[in-house]
């Protein structure tokens, strides 16, 4: 029900319409404290960061990955 005017492109929650019209926009609303260089979306402002400090993602696992072998 939520479409975007530029583009075109829909959307069923209106906050997410919102943070796509960023996009459009020349808006920066996060600034880096790394490089100073301000972002439109803070997970690119993360992704940035991430990059920058070589800082590696998080990634959470319950279990090691297991390897399936077939059995002959």
Same mark, same amino acid.
């Given at each position: *029900?939520?479409?975007?005017?530029?583009?075109?492109?829909?959307? /069923? !929650? &209106?906050?997410?319409?919102? +943070? =796509?019209? &960023?996009?459009?926009?020349? #808006? #920066? =609303?996060?600034?880096?404290?790394?490089?100073?260089t301000g972002? /439109?979306?803070?997970?690119?402002? #993360? /992704?940035?960061? $991430? !990059?920058?400090?070589e800082e590696? *993602? $998080?990634?959470?696992?319950? @279990? +090691? *990955? &297991?390897?399936?072998? #077939? @059995? +002959?």
């Amino acid at each position: *029900p939520y479409k975007c005017d530029v583009c075109g492109t829909g959307f /069923t !929650i &209106r906050d997410c319409l919102s +943070k =796509h019209n &960023r996009a459009h926009t020349e #808006e #920066e =609303h996060y600034k880096s404290d790394v490089c100073s260089t301000g972002f /439109t979306l803070c997970s690119v402002l #993360e /992704t940035n960061k $991430r !990059i920058l400090t070589e800082e590696k *993602p $998080r990634i959470h696992m319950e @279990e +090691k *990955p &297991r390897i399936l072998t #077939e @059995e +002959k």
